[in-house]
């Protein structure tokens, strides 16, 4: 998936990181991380609901800051939702942990 084809999405599903409480732009990150990542089993889904968690946490203990992390996540997404990448939850997590730390 492309940017602009997300940006669409997003905009129809009614999507938007960058306004609302940290609530609900995680809330949102969430929604978008599914449309670009499928989940397509309940190690997807626990992986997504840990990444959520965990950015959570790092955004109320100041490591992360909610108005940049949305962005550079879905960044990160879209990386790897690459067309060559036959596993884009392993090069996700790959890429998390990496850049930010994710914890091993």
């Known amino acids: 998936m492309d940017a602009l084809t997300l940006r669409q999405l997003m905009l129809k599903d009614g999507l938007n990181v960058k306004v609302g409480s940290d609530k609900t732009r995680l809330l949102a990150l969430e929604r978008t991380l599914r449309l670009i990542l499928k989940t397509h089993n309940q190690s997807d889904r626990t992986c997504l609901k840990n990444v959520i968690k965990w950015i959570e946490i790092r955004c109320q203990n ?3 800051d909610i108005e940049e992390i949305p962005s550079r996540v879905i960044d990160y ?3 790897a939702s690459g067309p060559d990448c036959r596993n884009q939850w392993a090069v996700f997590m790959h890429i998390l942990k990496k850049e930010l ?4």
């Open 101 to 104: 730390g994710y914890p091993k």
């Open 77 to 79: 997404a879209l990386e």
């Open 62 to 64: 100041g490591t992360f």
